[in-house]
């Protein structure tokens, strides 16, 4: 997969993984192929969690890595080396089950992708899209920390237009390449070659806008290449682990063009969400992990989607390693170091936030009015403080004017629920959480 090349230097990439490839997979196993030792040994204290994480994501039976020490020589057809493994069999790790026509991964698809309050309205949007390409919400552009699911999202997206509108070209690419592919085509002189590769889709997905800081002439071909699709009525959508109000060095007409379409906001999954998101992903890897197991996972990880898949694949490799369920305690040892301490706010300056987005005054949310616009801030307040970052309900309504702590319960399940049918609502938390990042 290229995920394991974009998490590297191109330094490391090329000195652990170049001569590195999976040979086989048997029984549930992968076998990858290393040329030493050394490499071996490196590759297994190294990177052994993020080798298993993306090994999974293209073998969906995985249950455990072997690393095989293979021969230099070329084998013949048939020839074993270790465990019955085949060199012949051989596969460039980067290029695992990616379409090399539009670089799509078949595997990320919507019957994989977990939807909760941290995406709706991110996937919502995207079935629009899907239903009328080109016409709603183009330019699309989602925005969210990394590993929480936005290449997945944009990926299933160009993978089920590719299904319900087969004569439709679809391509997808980072920024870098987009910027790598131009400044070639400039130094050979082939300007028009490049114009004409990029506009001929009928769907341009373009992953990781925010390294565009300062590529000036990048920008201005990017800026072409969206008019092209806009006036064509072809879809065009970008990711950026930032809203584009926030990208450094990124050009007003670029910044104007990114708001006349949508943009939305992947946030961190709420802990239903985990809880879903670990129970889809211990079904696939065919273990029956306790239910128990799976609660303290999501109850404990609060970061993004990939840490919490991590820690779920170190407990399905212990569960393998075993040939046994893993107990409570077992997977509280295992995950122990990888619990991050909780996010810490002042309770004033979420009020702060809250009160600038409504234009309120501070003061009026720790007021006992019943004013409907004042209720719905304090409201939001007591969500905001509890979902993002777990303060206490007794210890928010203390701090918000005396309320009792079942006030707030209240509070907090009404903008819960109102979430799921109120768009306008979502979409104003999710702007309020900006200010937080």
């Not at 183009?138 to 997945?152: A, E």
């Not at 409907?372 to 210890?395: C, G, T």
Request: glycine share 4%; charged share 30%; net charge neutral.
């Amino acid at each position: 997969m290229a995920e394991i090349e974009t998490d590297l230097s191109k330094a490391n990439f090329s000195t652990w993984f170049k001569h590195t490839s999976i040979l086989k997979e048997e029984g549930g196993t992968v076998y990858l192929g290393v040329p030493n030792e050394f490499v071996r040994d490196w590759l297994k204290n190294k990177y052994h969690k993020l080798i298993t994480r993306t090994i999974a994501e293209g073998f969906e039976n995985m249950r455990a890595v072997e690393y095989v020490i293979t021969k230099t020589e070329p084998q013949k057809e048939g020839e074993a080396i270790g465990k019955e493994v085949f060199v012949n069999r051989e596969l460039p790790l980067k290029d695992l089950y990616i379409n090399p026509e539009d670089n799509l991964n078949p595997r990320y698809r919507f019957d994989s992708f977990i939807v909760g309050s941290f995406n709706e309205l991110a996937h919502a949007a995207s079935q629009a899209i899907i239903d009328n390409p080109g016409t709603k919400y183009n330019p699309f552009f989602v925005y969210g920390d990394t590993g929480l699911g936005k290449t997945h999202l944009l990926q299933a997206i160009g993978n089920a237009i590719k299904e319900k509108y087969q004569n439709k070209k679809v391509y997808y690419m980072t920024l870098e390449k987009f910027a790598t592919d131009f400044v070639n085509a400039m130094q050979n002189n082939r300007a028009n070659s490049f114009k004409e590769k990029h506009r001929k889709y009928d769907l341009l997905i373009i992953d990781d806008i925010q390294f565009i800081d300062k590529m000036e002439k990048i920008q201005e071909e990017l800026f072409h290449t969206f008019n092209t699709f806009h006036e064509s009525s072809k879809q065009i959508i970008f990711s950026s682990d930032k809203h584009p109000n926030f990208i450094p060095g990124l050009a007003d007409r670029l910044k104007s063009r990114f708001s006349a379409g949508m943009i939305v906001d992947i946030s961190r999954p709420d802990y239903e969400s985990r809880l879903a998101i670990l129970k889809m992903r211990a079904k696939e890897s065919g273990l029956p992990l306790e239910e128990p197991v799976l609660k303290y996972i999501a109850e404990s990880i609060e970061g993004n989607v990939r840490e919490l898949e991590g820690n779920l694949n170190a407990v399905v490799c212990q569960y393998q390693l075993k040939n046994k369920p893993i107990s409570l305690l077992e997977a509280k040892n295992l995950i122990k170091n990888n619990i991050r301490p909780k996010k810490n706010v002042a309770v004033k300056d979420v009020v702060k936030v809250v009160s600038e987005h409504y234009n309120l005054d501070e003061a009026s949310i720790y007021d006992k009015t019943r004013r409907k616009e004042i209720v719905r801030a304090r409201q939001v307040v007591m969500y905001l403080l509890r979902e993002d970052f777990n303060v206490s309900y007794p210890m928010i309504g203390q701090k918000l004017g005396g309320k009792d702590h079942t006030t707030v319960i209240h509070s907090y399940e009404k903008i819960k629920k109102d979430l799921k049918e109120d768009a306008q609502l979502l979409q104003e938390i999710e702007n309020i959480r900006v200010m937080f990042k």
